[in-house]
């Protein structure tokens, strides 16, 4: 079964910065790609970064330059710096893992681990 497990949420204050860490166990699967995603309170889900197991990087325009995504696919890890973290940045954080058994692909998510900023 395939467990995907976000590490690394907690309070901040704005300015500060937090690593979130996030591993998807082994299996016989290949991972195309991995990716943060974050949803606050009354708002929908929408994409943070995205690395790709060519290691191209996609990011929210909005968050170019303070978040920076790294990692390996081919090893199962991904972690997202966060620097300069405002009150907007609040949400719970999600890890989302493309993944591919052949030509058969599925997407899975973690459980999210809350990010708190606050004075």
């Known amino acids: 079964q395939v467990q995907v497990v976000e590490s690394g949420g907690g309070r901040v204050q704005p300015g500060g910065s937090l690593r979130l860490s996030c591993a998807v166990s082994?299996?016989?699967?290949?991972?195309?790609?991995m990716g943060w995603y974050r949803q606050a309170p009354g708002k929908q889900r929408e994409l943070v970064a995205r690395?790709?197991?060519?290691?191209?990087?996609q990011y929210a325009d909005s968050l170019k330059g303070r978040f920076t995504i790294s990692g390996a696919t081919t090893g199962n890890t991904v972690y997202l710096d966060m620097n300069s973290l405002r009150s907007e940045d609040t949400a719970v954080y999600y890890c989302?893992?493309?993944?591919?058994?052949?030509?058969?692909?599925?997407?899975?998510w973690g459980q999210g681990t809350q990010v708190t900023v606050s004075s």
């Open positions: 082994r299996g016989k699967f290949s991972v195309n790609a």
């Open positions: 989302n893992a493309e993944l591919r058994w052949g030509k058969k692909e599925s997407t899975y």
């Open positions: 690395i790709t197991a060519d290691r191209l990087t």
